[in-house]
């Protein structure tokens, strides 16, 4: 089977979030198990020299875009086993930075009318067509606005798969027809009008024949008004469509017994070792090398969404414990100043590492014993599932992926992989926190629980075997209504 994924990121191109490292790991995934699989991507000015100094031109020409006829390049580089293609055209994407820009929304219909109009010349026909978040969310649109007559594009099925529910792409109206070529028919609710204006988002969820998500908990916290972002009723209303898959993670690239970030190698069988990575990040922190108390680790955007107002209400209560803290991050100003404080005042105990740096992330990864991540909501997360690989045991709230993926530990069971609460409340994770502490002082339990982490299996075989699925059987529905339509005649 032929597939396309259709994102706006993917490693090791452009990155700004879990997004980029989906479209970088799952293709290769689905591979592995026997399908076709390529990616088309935009071609970004801040897309590393080398990258760009290897793409080839496959082809050039102009795409409709409202009253326009734009310039578009398609360029192809094979990596690491799979085939990608890109959407060049400087004017919209040579720019510094991905997103953010007052013309997004003429970008990003550019870049899906592109991809729809460069099909025909990739040499390669993808029976799916699997697109990411709101930046492709016109394409199911467009598929059938502009395309539906078409029959190269008859049988073409479309997979969109929301990453964030909270980032939708939503513009003025005057877009309709300017730049989308689209008619008042598609300006409903049925269509892609969202309170007086026009969504991506929408469209993708509207049009598309399934949808996904990246885990079963956000599936369905997303039928809810708390979660859905005012489209809950939609979701709703398209549930029997829509599914919820957790992500995975690149295991051999998030592998302690192998990474090359890291101070010491070690395994699940081998775990005593990780107390070695703990004492050299702490001498690289400037930290006391002490093994006899717990590091807490915490690797994240400093936004609300991650919980951070939680672990501001009670750090002082956090620090007054005998742990150590090592923050790596950049984000909202209040959350930086608040480590930076907190750092200043307790130079021992905490290390504010207001930046980001891939080395010292897996370093925290593999030297901390905790890892906080006590969200406001989380679609899946990914920092957790590398934690987990690395034996830093997640301390979250029930939300999202974070449900899906940590187990809490049962004392009288001894199952179990990190430590969890429910209630958005900040003494809840306190008392969790305090919890985890607690039998971090209980060596052979600690033990039990860091092996049940280490061992936990994230990695996207499963999940790849359910998308391959949902393939297989839209292709067999839609192969099915076909039969139905010619018995009709």
Not at 245 to 268: E, L
Not at 300 to 326: N, P, T, Y
Request: with cysteine.
């Amino acid at each position: 089977m032929k597939v396309l994924f259709v994102a706006s990121e993917g490693v090791p191109f452009a990155k700004t979030g879990g997004l980029a490292d989906v479209i970088g790991s799952l293709p290769r995934a689905l591979i592995n198990q026997g399908l076709d699989v390529r990616v088309v991507l935009p071609k970004y000015g801040v897309i590393p020299l080398h990258y760009r100094n290897s793409m080839v031109c496959k082809k050039t020409f102009t795409v409709p875009l409202g009253w326009r006829n734009v310039y578009c390049g398609l360029e192809q580089l094979e990596h690491e086993g799979i085939t990608y293609y890109f959407i060049d055209n400087e004017y919209y994407f040579k720019r510094q930075g991905l997103y953010g820009f007052r013309d997004d929304a003429e970008r990003y219909a550019f870049f899906c009318r592109a991809v729809l109009e460069s099909l025909p010349h990739l040499g390669f026909v993808p029976r799916i067509l699997h697109c990411h978040d709101w930046h492709t969310g016109m394409i199911s649109v467009f598929l059938q606005a502009h395309y539906g007559n078409h029959p190269f594009y008859k049988d073409i099925r479309t997979v969109f798969t929301v990453h964030n529910l909270q980032y939708q792409g939503v513009f003025p109206k005057d877009i309709l027809g300017d730049i989308l070529d689209l008619g008042e028919e598609y300006f409903t609710l049925d269509g892609v009008e969202f309170y007086g204006q026009v969504s991506f988002i929408k469209g993708g969820l509207n049009y598309s024949h399934i949808l996904t998500t990246v885990s079963e908990t956000y599936a369905r916290e997303i039928q809810t008004p708390y979660y859905g972002e005012q489209l809950d009723g939609l979701l709703r209303h398209r549930r029997d469509r829509l599914h919820g898959i957790v992500n995975g993670i690149d295991t051999d690239y998030y592998n302690p017994a192998t990474d090359p970030h890291i101070f010491v190698h070690y395994s699940w069988e081998t775990p005593e070792k990780k107390q070695d990575n703990k004492k050299y990040l702490q001498e690289i922190l400037c930290l006391p090398t002490r093994h006899d108390i717990p590091l807490l680790g915490l690797v994240s955007r400093l936004v609300s969404q991650k919980g951070l107002d939680l672990i501001a209400c009670v750090l002082e209560e956090i620090l007054s414990m005998d742990v150590q803290l090592v923050v790596l991050g950049t984000g909202e100003k209040r959350y930086e100043e608040l480590f930076q404080h907190a750092a200043g005042r307790y130079p021992e105990k905490v290390s504010a590492n207001i930046m980001f740096g891939n080395t010292l992330a897996h370093r925290i990864y593999a030297g901390s014993d905790l890892f906080l991540m006590p969200s406001l909501f989380e679609p899946c997360g990914i920092g957790q599932l590398i934690a987990l690989r690395y034996g830093s045991i997640p301390v979250v709230r029930e939300t999202g992926g974070l449900k899906d993926t940590v187990q809490p530990y049962n004392e009288y069971t001894g199952e179990g992989n990190g430590f969890s609460f429910t209630n958005y409340n900040a003494h809840d994770f306190l008392y969790t926190l305090k919890r985890a502490v607690h039998f971090y002082h209980q060596g052979p339990v600690w033990s039990k629980i860091l092996v049940n982490a280490m061992k936990s299996d994230y990695s996207w075989y499963k999940s790849a075997q359910k998308y391959q699925d949902l393939y297989k059987k839209l292709v067999m529905d839609a192969e099915e209504s076909k039969t139905q339509d010619r018995q009709m005649i």
